[in-house]
């Protein structure tokens, strides 16, 4: 084992013209989003909007708030905390302040839904609503980029997995009585909906799934975020700065309706990268059900999700996911597939990302789906909790990109901690590296390890310098529960930015 730490450069980013800077604030500040001259580009995005009266109002009120600049607030240090320029100054595309479209739910009828002690049928009344509005935005004429969902903060708090509701109406379902309806038991007393014991008690993860069949992007926006002022009473969720907020969503309402606001620079061509997602089907323990996925993401920053088969691929006593060889082959494949109908591209190099270990039998699998020629290298890459740690003189942690080679085919990259572009460290705890192990195939780790590291950036649901995971395992919890928890939802569509 080396011991010396070597930091690497802070991968940069490519925005209009061809201009390269490190942070996407400074490139969309200064340039413009990498699409502004490609056809892609939407020059003025077309959105829907649904929720209930305050909540529409609210967005309304934000919608003016962004076509103009929102400065930092007070004493704000401003670059970690950067000024927003205003939407159509960063992004050369126009936010209308006025929707195409507006579907109103009534908050009251929102408020009961949500408190409902049955967490299946509360979650599913909920969807509905909006999935109604949905349903009426796609009869329309009008070609909508991405439509906003603004829910009540009362409604977030109520429809997640782990909520508990205690003034609620209803009737309380026991867990027996769930698991007796999820396997199709009806009851001779009370009426109600079967499939909804099918779907996730998760708001956002159940909307995501089952607003597919509409083919439009969603974002989903909690009332309190909208809010343009300081914390109130009837609102007193502490959030960051108002431009922080802008920045972000701007960002994420830009790519969903078709744009691309930055990719990385100096990416090497023919190399995708596909994470493997996996969530186990029944959480119970001892059970070995579980879904996979693949995500691919090139340089450009396009993403694919191909969903795989259900399996006993989770081992309890390892609290490992392996595939056997054959569903290995059919989930690379897939997404293989889906990669040459939607850019034909010619493939050199494929990277497997995985949190879990890749078994030989795994790899064979793989490799039988890769074409002649093409290059295959498998990776486990996972958050190193709890294990190895750097420390460096003075007050900041460790610095963002330094990287431990303990041989040719282990290390560890942090990618959080001190960033110099920022002159601070934007967390609260000890920088947790990233363990990088070449576990098939053969490749350069340092170069892979920069790889790695260029994928913290390619983050589309924020605007932030980089994150502490690559995007090929940073959302992998996330696309596994919208495919897994809704397993009767039958289209699955393969663009990554209905999942996020």
Not at 419 to 444: C, F, M, N
Not at 450 to 477: H, M, Q, R, W
Request: charged residues 25%.
């Amino acid at each position: 084992m080396t011991d010396i730490v070597q930091v690497l450069m802070e991968p940069e980013l490519e925005f209009l013209h061809g201009q390269r800077v490190q942070d996407p604030h400074d490139g969309l500040g200064l340039f413009g989003p990498f699409s502004a001259d490609k056809p892609s580009h939407p020059k003025s995005i077309v959105y829907g909007i649904i929720g209930s009266k305050d909540g529409i109002a609210a967005h309304t009120l934000w919608s003016e708030a962004i076509t103009r600049p929102i400065l930092s607030e007070g004493d704000l240090d401003t670059r970690l905390w950067p000024h927003f320029p205003g939407f159509d100054a960063a992004f050369l595309s126009n936010w209308t302040t006025k929707p195409a479209f507006e579907f109103e739910i009534d908050r009251q009828t929102l408020s009961l839904a949500s408190r409902n002690l049955d967490p299946y049928k509360r979650t599913y009344e909920v969807v509905n609503a909006y999935i109604q509005g949905i349903g009426v935005a796609r009869r329309r004429d009008e070609a909508f980029g991405v439509i906003v969902c603004v829910v009540p903060d009362e409604v977030w708090k109520n429809c997640r997995p782990e909520s508990m509701v205690l003034d609620g109406v209803g009737l309380r379902v026991s867990r027996q009585e769930q698991k007796q309806r999820i396997k199709g038991q009806a009851n001779l007393f009370e009426h109600f909906d079967p499939d909804q014991y099918s779907l996730s008690v998760d708001f956002r993860r159940q909307l995501k799934a089952r607003a597919m069949e509409y083919d439009i992007p969603l974002q989903i926006i909690r009332e309190s975020t909208l809010r343009l002022g300081p914390p109130t009473e009837d609102s007193p969720r502490n959030m960051t700065p108002l431009s922080d907020r802008a920045w972000n969503l701007s960002t994420t309402l830009y790519y969903k309706a078709g744009g691309k606001p930055w990719r990385l620079a100096g990416a090497r061509d023919g190399v995708c990268y596909v994470g493997i997602a996996f969530r186990k089907i029944n959480p119970d323990e001892g059970n070995r059900s579980a879904c996979c996925a693949a995500q691919m993401f090139l340089d450009s920053g396009d993403g694919i999700v191909f969903t795989g088969e259900n399996g006993p691929w989770y081992s309890p006593e390892r609290g490992q996911f392996h595939l056997s060889r054959s569903a290995a082959k059919n989930l690379l494949e897939g997404v293989l597939k889906t990669y040459r109908e939607s850019y034909g591209k010619e493939l050199t190099e494929v990277f497997l990302h995985c949190r879990s270990d890749i078994s030989p039998d795994e790899y064979k699998g793989y490799r039988e789906a890769c074409p002649k020629g093409v290059k295959l290298v498998g990776v486990r890459v996972r958050l190193e909790r709890g294990g190895l740690r750097l420390f460096r003189h003075g007050e900041m942690p460790v610095i963002r990109g330094s990287f431990l080679e303990v041989n040719n085919r282990t290390g560890f990259l942090w990618a959080s901690g001190f960033k110099p572009r920022l002159a601070t460290y934007d967390g609260w705890e000890v920088p947790t590296p990233l363990r990088i192990d070449i576990q098939h195939g053969t490749a350069s780790l340092p170069q892979v390890a920069k790889d790695i590291f260029g994928l913290t950036k390619l983050n589309y649901n924020a605007c932030n310098l980089g994150d502490s995971e690559p995007v090929t395992v940073l959302f992998s919890n996330a696309v596994g529960e919208i495919l897994v928890a809704n397993p009767t939802v039958a289209k699955r569509l393969p663009q990554f930015k209905f999942y996020i």
